[in-house]
């Protein structure tokens, strides 16, 4: 009977009901077993949902078959045994960098492919020697990548075979299919192919054992096939089988697994450095334009504040010759307009913003407007200030056109009021230039 027939049994349709209508709890998982070659050929992906003691399975042809509520739970995926190589490796270092550059070193005896082109993933054992699990970049990339299109994104990416239960003093061995998996440790294994007979492999893997003084004292034997028998498989491995009366997936003993092979590359940060990482060329080139662009606009900043001291310091020696008995000097420029209009005064002659000047310069204005009135005028600060009765806000607007375009003078507003009489009006009055 082939696994997936076995699987539909596992547990009646009303637990898988009930969990569809009960709220989301953060204790439930869902486990996707992928099946080899999978996502290019169209076999049945075999899935369960863990909640609690309760477990609930399903099959789907793809994975848009699997609810959607269950697309954000805790997703594990149990990827092919035969697809990873587990092993094991003694390094001299905890550094995490220079074990993944050791690790395809000391496993080249073990390895089949270009080192450049597999995925090392390790966890450090109590002992101190790390356990290993081998896969192809190329594959794990499929597998992740179709995985996503549907929207599942798994927190544990495992090979098959460390679903089945840890036995403390033996190895589990489950029929799937046209495979025979074995575990032999928390974190080793390894897969055979499908027999009547116990496989050559399973029986090269007992004679190791015994020689290393590993024996197992017995094989835990899940999902037989019809008419096995387990006394002649005993005889030939030379050690004791023992049929388990559940399914492997029901066991939970395996549930924390910590051989994750999303580590590096394709850890949650590792996968966004890959998606980012055809973008390089393009920051490069973009951090080198901002550090030319900054670098540019440091140099010019630096010449026009050298050149504004350099005239800072020319004004400021050039009023201290002329006014040798100003000690105090904040702003030459200003200072020295101020010191020249004085002595223009002194003189008897006038500039464009005396009193009279501007006078002068304002009468026209008001003479070519008769509707508008002068209440009074103020001088200071080289500047005039008068107050005008206007019948209306267009009035106003023409007076500071005439004077602003024609006479060239700078016209500020500072007051408008509407009155019963008409419009009330301040207007700040300056010679734009001498």
């Known amino acids: 009977m082939a696994l997936s027939e076995k699987l539909n049994g596992l547990v009646p349709r009303r637990s898988l009901s009930a969990i569809r209508r009960s709220p989301r709890v953060s204790g439930t998982t869902l486990e996707l077993f992928l099946p080899r070659r999978w996502p290019e050929t169209g076999t049945q992906i075999n899935w369960y949902v863990r909640s609690g003691a309760s477990v609930s399975q399903g099959q789907a042809a793809v994975l848009d078959e699997i609810p959607a509520y269950l697309r954000s ?26 074990i993944m550059q050791a690790l395809p ?6 390895l089949l492919g270009n080192p450049q082109q597999l995925h090392f993933a390790y966890y450090r054992q109590d002992d101190g020697t790390l356990a290993v699990a081998v896969t192809s970049r190329e594959r ?9 299109k549907a929207g599942l994104r798994p927190t544990r990416v495992c090979p098959a075979n460390l679903a089945l239960p840890i ?13 025979l998996w074995i575990r032999t440790g928390p974190f080793s294994g390894f897969v055979c192919p499908f027999s009547d007979t116990p496989p050559a492999t399973l029986i090269a893997g007992l004679d190791e054992a015994r020689e290393q003084g590993k024996l197992p004292s017995q094989l835990s034997v899940f999902d037989p096939p019809a008419g096995f028998d387990a006394q002649a498989w005993g005889s030939d491995l030379g050690v004791g089988l023992v049929i388990a009366d559940h399914t492997f997936h029901k066991d939970d003993r395996n549930a924390q697994t910590p051989l994750n092979l999303l580590q590096g590359d394709f850890a949650p940060t590792g996968q966004l450095h890959q998606l980012f990482r055809p973008l390089r060329p393009a920051a490069l080139i973009l951090g080198i334009w901002f550090l030319a662009m900054l670098g540019f606009n440091l140099s010019e900043w630096w010449q026009l504040k050298s050149a504004y001291r350099s005239q800072q310091q020319t004004m400021t020696s050039l009023f201290q010759k002329t006014f040798p008995r100003e000690k105090v000097i904040l702003d030459p420029a200003a200072q020295m307009q101020r010191n020249l209009d004085a002595l223009r005064g002194q003189s008897g002659k006038t500039s464009a913003n005396d009193f009279l000047p501007l006078l002068a310069g304002i009468a026209p204005t008001l003479r070519s407007n008769p509707s508008v009135k002068l209440r009074s005028l103020k001088y200071g600060d080289t500047g005039l200030t008068i107050d005008l009765n206007l019948p209306d806000f267009q009035a106003l607007e023409v007076i500071k056109n005439d004077l602003g375009v024609t006479r060239a003078f700078s016209v500020e507003v500072l007051a408008a009021n509407s009155r019963a009489s008409g419009v009330e009006g301040r207007l700040r009055i300056q010679r734009t230039s001498n």
């Open 167 to 179: 036995e403390p003093d033996g190895w589990s061995v489950a029929f799937a299919g046209t495979e």
């Open 105 to 110: 070193f000391a496993l080249e005896d073990q």
């Open 73 to 98: 739970t805790h997703v594990v995926a149990w990827t092919p045994p035969a697809d990873t190589l587990l092993t094991q490796a003694t390094l001299p270092t905890r550094s995490r960098n220079k």
């Open 140 to 148: 794990l990339s499929t597998w992740l990548d179709a995985l996503a």
